[in-house]
């Protein structure tokens, strides 16, 4: 069973130069709250109460600033340094003293999953106790991504990372659970051509020892990646859009807490008394006042 998680926020977010020349894009506004609580609130869903933020040396400081120690939420906040963005794979070598030999789940810090159902589905995939699960959604452009590829019985036999004539429209999106063999998976791989090491090559290691499970989000669900202008204001607009004609926030830190069990009403009361006169405020009272 999976109990802790990563969210990787490192990078230099050089696709939204010059938004993030001097600031993460991973504090970066999606609507009405920061990207990095997207994130985080998947892990949050999936049952993980520690989690371990990791992210360049200049932002750390404004992710603890933000964020604190997590206890105001009922779950514990831990930072990392990623120095150099060696490749995703890397997370779990910077992650090995928090893991302790344990597995964890690692989401990406700029993607952002929407759905009904989800929460089941992450809660699933964290109490897996051997092997992998990662998600895959369809994509009109697969070359853009690494894609799942099938076997005639409909079974996941590959992942190519941007295949120039993809076999599938599946993309594998930022959001992996791994069991404990993680971390050796990991420091046996070699820097791709491009000097990373790559996460795609880790879930090709749990395909080969038919330990990957490959969870497929339909029509139902949305994936967003808010790295570059067009798509944070997209995702942006579409939160915006959801949360107004229903009334209900997304990603609402303070709400999924109380919801998932991790702080009390009172916890959250307390909490909306530090927002005075915002409308994020009067949403977290009008929250705690429905309980």
């Known amino acids: ?13 050089t696709r939204l130069w010059p938004l993030t020349s001097v600031v993460s894009k991973q504090l970066l506004n999606v609507y009405d ?37 997590g206890s ?13 963005p060696d490749g995703i794979a890397q997370a779990f070598l ?4 928090f893991l302790a030999g344990q597995g964890a789940a690692l989401v990406l810090g700029d993607n ?14 964290s109490k897996r106790r051997v092997g992998a699960t990662i998600f895959a959604y369809y994509v009109d452009d697969p ?34 659970f791994y069991d404990a063999g993680v971390v050796d998976i990991v420091k046996g791989l070699k820097p791709s051509a491009r000097g990373e090491l790559e996460i795609g090559e ?9 330990a990957l499970e490959v969870e497929l989000l339909g029509r139902g669900h949305a994936w967003l990646d808010a790295g570059t202008p067009d798509s944070l204001f997209e995702t942006s607009n579409l939160i915006r859009t959801i949360e107004r004609r229903q009334g209900l926030k997304i990603a609402c830190i303070e709400e999924v807490a109380l919801r998932c069990g991790y702080i009390d009403r009172q ?8 927002y005075p006169g915002s409308e994020y405020g009067d949403y977290l009272r009008r929250v705690g006042n429905e309980v």
């Open 1 to 13: 069973m999976i109990t802790k998680g990563i969210v990787l926020a490192g990078g230099q977010g």
């Open 72 to 84: 105001q939420w009922g779950i514990a906040l831990s930072y990392a340094v990623q120095p150099q």
């Open 33 to 69: 709250k920061p990207l990095i609580y997207y994130p985080l609130t998947t892990l949050m869903l999936a049952g993980l109460r520690d989690i371990l933020v990791i992210s360049t040396p200049d932002d750390q400081p404004l992710f603890q600033k933000l964020l604190r120690d």
């Open 202 to 210: 880790v879930n090709n290691a749990y395909l080969e020892n038919d």
């Open 143 to 176: 070359k853009r991504y690494g894609i799942v590829e099938f076997d005639p019985h409909g079974q996941p036999c590959r992942i190519v990372e941007k295949p120039q004539k993809p076999r599938s429209h599946y993309a594998v999106t930022g959001l992996y």
């Open 94 to 97: 910077l992650a090995e003293g």
């Open 267 to 274: 916890q959250l009361l307390n909490i909306a008394s530090e």
């Open 112 to 125: 952002i999953f929407y759905g009904d159902g989800l929460t089941n589905r992450l809660r699933a995939a």
